[in-house]
Every structure is written in C-alpha cells, then in structure tokens.
C-alpha cells in the first residue's frame, strides 16, 4: 500500500482536560478523511497502538469499523479571538465532554474553562502561565549542571552525587525514569543503578525532560508533555547520526518558555553542538527547519505546515510516521506530566 496516497498530510494536537492532563489526541486534516485513510493510519500505521488507550477526536469523519472504539464524538466550538468569547456547551446533561477548539492563550483557556468547557485543543501550553508559581532556579541550574557533566563525560560517582543532593530532583527523576523506561518488574532503586542501566545517552535525556517538571504536589506539567512531543518527533525526522542532537533541540526548544528568559542566555553555559545552537536560536542549520513545521503543525496551520515541509524536505510518509512514533513515547510520559 502507498503510504503517500493512502494518507494526506496530517497533524494530531494533543487535547487536554482544566489540570493540563492529555485525555485526548485531535486529528487534523484538510478534508474530512475516509474511513479507509483512518482505518490505515490507526491499524497499518500503528496510530491506535501509539494512542495507548488515549481516543482520538476526529471532527466531521466517519468512523471505520476498526477504529470506531477508538474515536470520540464530541460537541466542539472554537473561541473566537477576536471577540474574546466562546459559545456556551451544550447542557450539562450531554453524554460527551464539551471541547474547546482554538484555545491560544490562557486568557482563552480561563474564558472557555468558565464558560464550562471539560476538554481544550490549542497552543496555549506553549505561551507562558501568567499565575505560575516562581520556577526554582537552584534546581533547574542544578539539571543543567549536572547535564554540563554528562555532555564533558565526567566520573559517574561525580554525577551520582551532584542528583544525591536534592531529594526532589532525585525523586522527580527517579519516578519519570521508572515509570516510562522500564518495562514492570525492572524498576530501578538508586541511582548508580540509573546511570548503569540506562547509559548516560539516555540519563541525559530524563534530565532534559525533568526541565519541565512541576514541584511535588503542583499538578501536572502543560509544558512537559509539549517538550518531550517536540523531542521525539525531531529525533524520527532524523537518521540516527543526527537524532540525538535533533532530539536536543526539540527538548530544549521550549526552555524559554519556561524559564522566562532568553534562549542565548540558557543555552550559553551549555556549550551546545553548531547545529543544535543555530537550530534554537535561530531556526536554521540542519535541524531548524524541522522544528519550524513542527510549530506550525502545533498551531494547526496546514498551509504553513505543507509549505515548510517542502523548505525541510520531509515527505509526508515520513512526516506521519515520525508524528506517529512520537505520538506513542509522549503519550506515555504525559501520564507522569
């Protein structure tokens, strides 16, 4: 079966409930897909298996028979920006959560969760929180020490005891690593174990994603899932000489989203790789004009997607199947978001 007439260029947004957990993917598409082109990205494609229970919403489409389980029917309505309002949902008593489309900002995000809207779609995760509490700096500069140590290959014991020194960063990356690393019954305990058993590649990569955690006890994190999304999608776009460093530059593309501050200022002690630095700084080198479709599929802006896939020179089979395979690691981690 050809993947490239069989599946159109599309783009899966996360949708998330009023604590920012995902609850759901959102599918788009310039047309209403057939059942036939779902049938084959959920079964050929592996789209169900990397949902991993999460269901999709498919707006307008009918349903295959093979994956008519897998999709939501919902009541949507999109917030009008310009307006600043949303129409009210449907009455309390409908069988499906209300979904919030178009939801860009967290001004939007309040109007429509007041307005009593469940479930939300949009870009606003990626702008920063007005209300958010004062990140700690200690501990992010910790993270980033300790991934200065990696990246210069310093002496385990020395990493070890640097992540030994805060409780909260030992126990935040410990229950990340745990819960999505391993299969059941190879929990890790301590965190030589950690380092030995996962490599320092892949030690590197939690402590990346631990950027983006909450404190203990501040609820889910609107931005993790986003990072580690960015992440993995960069790293499938990529061959295996340059998915780390894609991955990298995915991972990182969204720190001064959360640090408020510039991104040459937080990467600067880093002393990051000529194309991961140009990538997030400037969208350019090898890896910045992936990034920049990836936005644009973020904001669901298909003519800006199509066209700087084109400048990138990803196809669409390879576009879907990278979205796919990302899809399935970041649904996974956004259950410890």
């Known amino acids: 079966m050809d993947d490239a007439l069989e599946t159109p260029l599309i783009n899966l947004q996360?949708?998330?409930?009023?604590?920012?957990?995902?609850?759901?993917?959102?599918?788009?598409?310039?047309?209403?897909?057939?059942?036939?082109?779902?049938?084959?990205?959920?079964?050929?494609?592996?789209?169900?298996?990397?949902?991993?229970?999460?269901?999709?919403?498919?707006?307008?489409?009918?349903?295959?028979?093979?994956?008519?389980?897998?999709?939501?029917?919902?009541?949507?309505?999109?917030?009008?920006?310009?307006?600043?309002?949303?129409?009210?949902?449907?009455?309390?008593?409908?069988?499906?959560?209300?979904?919030?489309?178009?939801?860009?900002?967290?001004?939007?995000?309040?109007?429509c969760k007041?307005?009593?809207?469940?479930?939300?779609?949009?870009?606003?995760?990626?702008?920063?929180?007005?209300?958010?509490?004062?990140?700690?700096?200690?501990?992010?500069?910790?993270v980033l020490q300790l991934l200065t140590l990696i990246t210069h290959?310093?002496?385990?014991?020395?990493?070890?005891?640097?992540?030994?020194?805060?409780?909260?960063?030992?126990?935040?990356?410990l229950r990340l690593v745990n819960s999505v690393a391993f299969s059941p019954g190879k929990k890790i305990t301590s965190f030589g174990q950690a380092i030995t058993m996962l490599g320092r590649l892949q030690l590197q990569r939690w402590l990346q994603l631990l950027l983006y955690a909450r404190p203990a006890g501040a609820g889910p994190s609107a931005l993790l899932p986003r990072a580690a999304y960015r992440a993995a999608f960069m790293e499938a776009l990529f061959p295996p000489k340059l998915a780390e460093r894609a991955f990298m530059a995915g991972m990182f593309s969204l720190l001064d989203v959360m640090l408020r501050e510039r991104m040459g200022r937080i990467v600067a002690p880093l002393h990051l790789a000529e194309d991961i630095s140009k990538a997030l700084l400037e969208r350019g080198g090898p890896l910045g004009p992936a990034l920049i479709a990836i936005e644009n599929a973020e904001r669901a802006d298909h003519d800006a997607l199509a066209a700087s896939l084109g400048e990138a020179g990803i196809d669409i089979p390879t576009w879907t199947g990278a979205m796919i395979r990302a899809c399935h690691w970041t649904v996974r981690v956004s259950h410890e978001a």
């Open 114 to 142: 007041t307005a009593g809207y469940a479930w939300f779609a949009g870009t606003y995760a990626l702008h920063p929180a007005p209300d958010n509490a004062p990140r700690d700096t200690a501990r992010h500069a910790m």
């Open 153 to 173: 290959d310093a002496d385990t014991r020395e990493i070890e005891g640097l992540i030994k020194r805060d409780a909260q960063l030992s126990y935040q990356l």
């Open 14 to 111: 996360p949708v998330a409930d009023a604590q920012h957990a995902w609850v759901a993917m959102l599918l788009h598409a310039p047309v209403d897909p057939p059942a036939a082109t779902l049938g084959h990205l959920f079964d050929e494609l592996g789209l169900a298996d990397a949902l991993d229970g999460l269901p999709c919403v498919v707006p307008g489409a009918a349903a295959p028979a093979s994956a008519a389980e897998r999709l939501r029917r919902m009541t949507a309505a999109t917030y009008d920006a310009e307006a600043e309002r949303i129409a009210p949902p449907p009455a309390s008593g409908a069988d499906e959560p209300s979904l919030a489309l178009g939801v860009n900002g967290y001004a939007a995000f309040d109007t």
